[in-house]
């Protein structure tokens, strides 16, 4: 009855994870084309989780939570750190910067130059025999 209880409260877990990576890390958004595609972003999205966790857990170390908290919200257990509140905590720690409408125009022309120069490359090696 044991064993039982433990894997089914492991599965919760797991599908929380794949949850949180489909709903926060837009893994349910990406429609590969091929293989190698499908595989970098899993492991773009496994790289994105392991960093939350990583920030959740020294967040919890760095922050004790107030014991008073429990009385005062009448509850058993206070909130974790959510994937939107590190998301939020890296907007304030590295903001973009404000690039001005010369800078703006200079990069969109970099990349439509990057992208037309890709695609005569594609072309070019599907044309060829």
Do not use: C
Request: no cysteine; aromatic share 10%.
């Amino acid at each position: 009855m044991w064993t039982m209880a433990q894997r089914k409260s492991q599965r919760y877990f797991i599908e929380r994870s794949n949850q949180d990576a489909k709903s926060e890390f837009g893994w349910d958004e990406f429609q590969a084309i091929k293989y190698r595609a499908w595989v970098h972003h899993l492991a773009l999205t496994i790289m994105a989780n392991w960093f939350i966790t990583e920030t959740r857990l020294a967040w919890a170390q760095k922050y004790e939570r107030d014991p008073d908290l429990l009385e005062k919200y009448e509850t058993d257990v206070l909130p974790a750190l959510s994937v939107a509140n590190v998301r939020e905590l890296l907007r304030a720690t590295m903001p973009l910067p404000q690039l001005s409408p010369q800078q703006a125009t200079e990069l969109i022309v970099k990349h439509l130059d990057n992208r037309t120069r890709s695609r005569k490359s594609r072309l070019s090696k599907a044309l060829s025999p």
